[in-house]
């Protein structure tokens, strides 16, 4: 069980640690698509929620203050989700496209929310104290 833990995390963290560069390689693109939305201070925010990515990535991967990679997960998935997917107010041809990103965000911020129900420390982490 610890082995697939360990695995889920990898994959998890490379899923996020990708986005999160992502938001940098590609600034410039982002910021005009968060323009696009309606995004205030769009600069701010792609670099932001970038970090919070990497934040997130980071902790998961290494296994280390899992708290803080939720909080970071949860604290992008919920501006995101509701201003960069708001379906609700898509042009019907898009509509479709931003349903299906809306409810994979949920479910990505639900399945981070689990890693809090994971007993501390985390196996293969290096957040696992010495000698237990």
């Given amino acids: 069980m610890n082995i697939a833990i360990l695995l889920g995390r990898i994959i998890v963290g490379i899923f996020y640690l990708y986005n999160g560069i992502n938001h940098f390689i590609k ?5 005009e698509y968060a323009k696009f939305k309606g995004v205030p201070i769009a600069e ?6 970038g970090l919070l990515l ?13 708290e803080i990679g939720v909080a970071s997960i949860v604290l992008f998935f919920l501006p995101v989700t509701f201003m960069m997917h708001n379906f609700w107010a898509a042009a ?10 809306f409810s994979k965000n949920v479910a990505l911020m639900g399945s981070a929310l689990m890693f ?16 237990g």
Avoid at 44 to 49: C, E, L, P, Y
Avoid at 54 to 66: D, K, S
Avoid at 92 to 101: G, L
């Fill in 116 to 131: 809090l129900g994971i007993k501390k420390p985390w196996a293969f982490s290096l957040g696992k104290k010495k000698g």
């Fill in 27 to 31: 600034f410039g693109a982002m910021t």
């Fill in 92 to 101: 019907q041809e898009q509509q479709m496209a931003e349903i299906i990103n």
């Fill in 54 to 66: 990497l934040v997130a990535a980071f902790t998961i991967i290494l296994g280390i203050f899992p």
């Fill in 44 to 49: 701010v925010a792609v670099a932001v929620s």
